[in-house]
């Protein structure tokens, strides 16, 4: 099994910036990918970004603004957001997977952290 904690989640004006951590602990030699999804109030989980392979992939919404990392030494994945917009205000989750399956897709993962709330403010 493997366990995933977020941190970094809070309340940031438009525009600004905030960063996010996953700690990953137990069996993470399994782990093939991460991602970051979000949900808003309402809203379905959607792909925001992912680590896969040794590269990184981004929603359409988020490319140029979020930037996923990995720090293996930690086990630790990384999501750096800039420009954030009221619209992203979510609760943000980390998830990990052991297979090879679309990384975009929040039924191929196979962990998920707690999730951490993100709020911008307009």
């Known amino acids: 099994q493997v366990q995933l904690v977020e941190s970094g989640g809070g309340l940031v004006q438009a525009g600004g910036s905030l960063g996010l951590s996953c700690a990953a602990s137990?069996?993470?030699?399994?782990?093939?990918?991460m991602g970051w999804f979000r949900q808003a109030p309402g809203k379905e989980r959607e792909f925001v970004a992912a680590?896969?392979?040794?590269?990184?992939y981004y929603a359409d919404s988020v490319k140029g603004r979020f930037t996923i990392s990995r720090d293996y030494a930690k086990n630790t994945a990384y999501l750096q957001m800039n420009s954030l917009k009221p619209e992203e205000t979510a609760v943000y989750y980390c998830?990990?997977?052991?297979?090879?399956?679309?990384?975009?897709?929040?039924?191929?993962?196979?962990?998920w952290g707690q999730g951490t709330q993100v709020t911008v403010s307009s």
């Open positions: 998830a990990a997977k052991e297979g090879s399956g679309d990384y975009t897709q929040k039924s191929n993962y196979d962990y």
């Open positions: 137990g069996r993470t030699f399994r782990i093939n990918g």
């Open positions: 680590w896969n392979r040794g590269r990184t």
